[in-house]
Every structure is written in C-alpha cells, then in structure tokens.
C-alpha cells in the first residue's frame, strides 16, 4: 500500500463550513483549497502530478438548472479538461439520482 497526499477542492457550497471535511483536515497528507471545479485555472495549478481524481462534486438538485448544469456539466468537463491536459491516468466521477429527472416514485429500486 502506498501513501498518497490528498488534495480536497470544495466551493462548500452544499455543507455549511467544513462541516463533512473536518475531521480530515488535520492529517499531514491532506492539503483543502476552497474553489471551484469550474475553475480552470485552479484545476490547472493543482492536477500536475496527481495520479489520480475522484470527482465528487454534484448539486443533486433539479429545482435550479443552471446550477445544477454548471457544477454537474461544466465542472465535471472543467475536471476531464485539466486531467486530460496534466497527464492526469485516472478520473473516477461520482453523479446523484438528479440524472433521472423528477420521476414519479424517484429514480428506481436499483438506487435504493
């Protein structure tokens, strides 16, 4: 097993504060940068040399569209962009059941 650094990008945009990271941050091995996957640029300067990205950021929202479409659309091609770019071999993306649209019942018993 190898010890990696880890490297958390959140807008804390959905949790209040740091509330869900808190616990990690302090371990030496964790570096947080409160940004934006839509940020080119940030992706840009901190991708080099990562060996891999889990992508989990997504609004699970459908009630605003263009918020949803802007974290869960162009963010995710923010995050392929800076990976495909930095020579980045990995990329593991996370999405929610928003991707089901407003079902009657929700989006199916294989997500429960």
């Given at each position: ?18 509330v ?8 030496p ?48 091609v ?11 071999p990995?990329?593991?993306?996370a ?18």
């Amino acid at each position: 097993m190898q010890n990696h650094d880890v490297v958390i990008i959140d807008n804390l945009a959905t949790v209040p504060g740091r509330v869900s990271i808190e616990h990690l941050l302090d371990h030496p091995r964790v570096t947080f940068i409160e940004g934006s996957i839509t940020d080119l640029d940030l992706l840009m300067e901190t991708f080099p040399g990562a060996d891999g990205i889990f992508h989990q950021a997504a609004i699970r929202s459908v009630k605003d569209p263009l918020a949803s479409n802007e974290a869960n659309v162009t963010g995710t091609v923010s995050v392929l962009v800076a990976a495909k770019d930095c020579g980045v071999p990995a990329v593991v993306a996370a999405s929610s059941s928003s991707v089901y649209g407003d079902t009657p019942g929700g989006p199916g018993p294989w997500l429960a």
